[in-house]
């Protein structure tokens, strides 16, 4: 079981089972929404995850996801597209042990910052691992 929350610990929250898509993610949506150069992510089937403490805050990104975050203090948590209904996006660095869920790959390098170098050998592509 994973186990997460956000920083005040206002929300907390479980994971059980895979998760996939371990992925860092360069594009604009999470640069701007997080104030960071790329952001850490994994997937979990919905039906693994569940709230345990508060009730996430959220607001339409994009014309088709919608970002969970702290409404107290502001970390981003979630990212759930309507094209997955069955899934959703976890922040990696909201688990309390970040490091058992390491990335594997790089996405949407299309609009990766030109200041940051990566060298550490994982695949990257230019839009989703799925798209190529």
Sequence with gaps: MLRGGCYCGAI???VTGVV???SLCHCVQCRRTTGAPCVAWFTAPRER???VAGT???FRSSDHASRGFCAACGTQLTFA????PGEIDLTTCSLDNPALVPPGRHIYTHSQLPWLKVADGLPTFKHSSVEG
């Design 49 to 51: 995850f569940q709230l």
């Design 20 to 22: 996939t898509s371990q």
């Design 81 to 84: 597209d309507d094209n997955f």
């Design 56 to 58: 996430p805050a959220s």
């Design 12 to 14: 907390r929250y479980e």
